[in-house]
């Protein structure tokens, strides 16, 4: 049942490309407890040795094999009201992060989702600080972006998370063709 | 049978990149029934529940949990001869529409399909006047297109409906790389 | 088995985005007979009544249902080696048919299989010459493209015609990002 | 289970568009065995009688069917340690490849995993020279970049020399499409 929701979603992010193979990390909360996928998992392809699972709080055991997001996956728990989250590196989505400080939907459903997504600069935050700044994004916000990276999208389920994720791409990608267009963020319509 | 039809359309919108996750939706009309997808389907893997019977015309009975584009769906059936919709957002055609006042086909079998898809404007005009266009719209056209938002095609099998929006996008695909190759839509070719 | 190549190529021209949900068409030569998809098959998912067996050349019998491609399909059989042929419409191949009278590959792949691949303009040739013109370019070269229209490919096996589309779609893509990157046909490498 | 190995990868490379219906091979090695995807295999649908089997030297007997690559494959195994490689098509890397002499990651994924990848040329090096300058760099890089041609990825396992093409892939996307909104590779972010 939870393998199941993880392999729909890592599938559809696999399908639309907003994951290449082995990039991009799922997790979910269930009280205390923290699933997400393992290091170098292909989402398209989730099996069921590919979750691990954890604890919202660091506690005493180690998990070498669970994504190298898991402190990011963490903090949003322990400081949000998030249930789900999903890490990709959507290609409009990236490109727009290094020359946007924040994202404005310009379609009809980017509109009614999200009034803006913050852009975070990874290199000008130290790694704490990165940890606190998208955990606090994600308090405002549906959907956050780290510049040159990727985004991070929090809900109550997966599908919900995964939702953002690939709305976001769609305004993104719509931004681009509209710049192709000549047409800029700034002019009315 | 009835979602065997839904479940291939949606399918097929989903793979070509025509809706995201969560966004179109699709319905059809039996006599004075109506079946829509429910608010937040996800076109690319629909499901028994995800239907909603209702009728095409506002009846006692709410329908909460139809798609919030329902009003469109049941002012077409009332006033056109069609037998399925399909909205969708299909992001050329979506790109062109911040630009163009109607779309007019370079290709072959765009041009055999429509002379012209006339675009909409939203935030010019109000709900029920827009539910009202995009209905006049569908008399004469087989596609209209609402700015900033997506795609209304109607026709009698959902199939068909479907293909004349993948049909418009890639007339409308085709147009983008013109622009990007210096062709004008002025040119005569 | 005549079924199940029809299908795995049209399954490939769909996954490909080389046809769109209706668009494109398939047949094979076996003897005297041909078997071609009737009008508005959905290559994508291609069943067994899709197919239309008839001559290659027009005997009595009327195909109403054949593509309307048929009279083409017949004079490429009846002029050539071919065995197998694929019409479909890849964007960027028929994007720069608007623009180029013959396309030459950068690419080493298209290359090698093609020294040129000459375009036709369907406005400037009479439907007869049109149909003439076809054939006499696939006594020379692999495929041709139809300006504004899409592809004609001829080859041994179904498969072999697909790989000459897809092939040549690839090579026209290379050419439209060279383009982007400021890279002219002209230019040597 | 060797054959779904290559099964799945070379399914993955067609699905993102690495590979063309017949492009691209792979191979992994097995003590001083070989095997390779023969001549003109679809990889999007590996079959049984794909894979040939023979030596990473040159023995006696004659490989007709295999992969014209196959000395560049040979000459990989005989000099690095990988045991897997993938040769594909991806064409935002290709388009780069005539006008980059390496292709410097913007993306934090590409940064990780490749310092640079560098860009030989066919047309300069003589055929020989080639499959030696393709060895030595892989003795130093994940993968290399053949200008107008493709790239050779080298791992342990036929999944990781995926991995490093479709992440090579991203990297070059998002290079390109940084390119259409006016940021240099030179910028500083």
């Known amino acids: 049942m939870i393998l199941s929701q993880f392999q729909e979603v890592g599938r559809n992010l696999f399908t639309q490309g907003l994951v290449s193979s082995q990039s991009g990390n799922l997790s979910i909360r269930l009280g205390e407890c923290l699933f ?14 590919d979750l691990v699972q954890t604890g919202i709080t660091k506690n005493g055991r180690s998990t070498p094999l669970a994504s190298s997001e898991l402190p990011v996956h963490r903090s949003i728990y322990q400081h949000t009201s998030a249930l789900s989250i999903v890490h990709a590196h959507p290609p409009y989505a990236v490109a727009l992060s290094f020359v946007e400080e924040e994202i404005i939907p310009r379609d009809m459903e980017g509109k009614l989702l999200f ?5 975070l600069d ?20 549906k959907v956050v972006l780290l510049r040159g990276h990727g985004s991070f999208a929090a809900g109550q389920l997966l599908e919900e998370a995964c939702y953002y994720t690939t709305a976001l791409e769609y305004s993104c990608r719509l931004l681009y063709l509209l710049k192709g267009l000549g047409v800029n963020a700034g002019q009315n319509f």
Chains 1, 2, 3, 4 share one sequence.
């Open 115 to 119: 009034s803006r997504v913050p852009v």
């Open 36 to 49: 997400i996928t393992h290091r170098g998992t292909m989402l398209g392809s989730i099996e069921e040795g």
């Open 122 to 141: 990874k290199e000008v935050l130290k790694a704490n600080e990165l940890c606190r700044e998208i955990t606090e994004a994600l308090k405002q916000h």
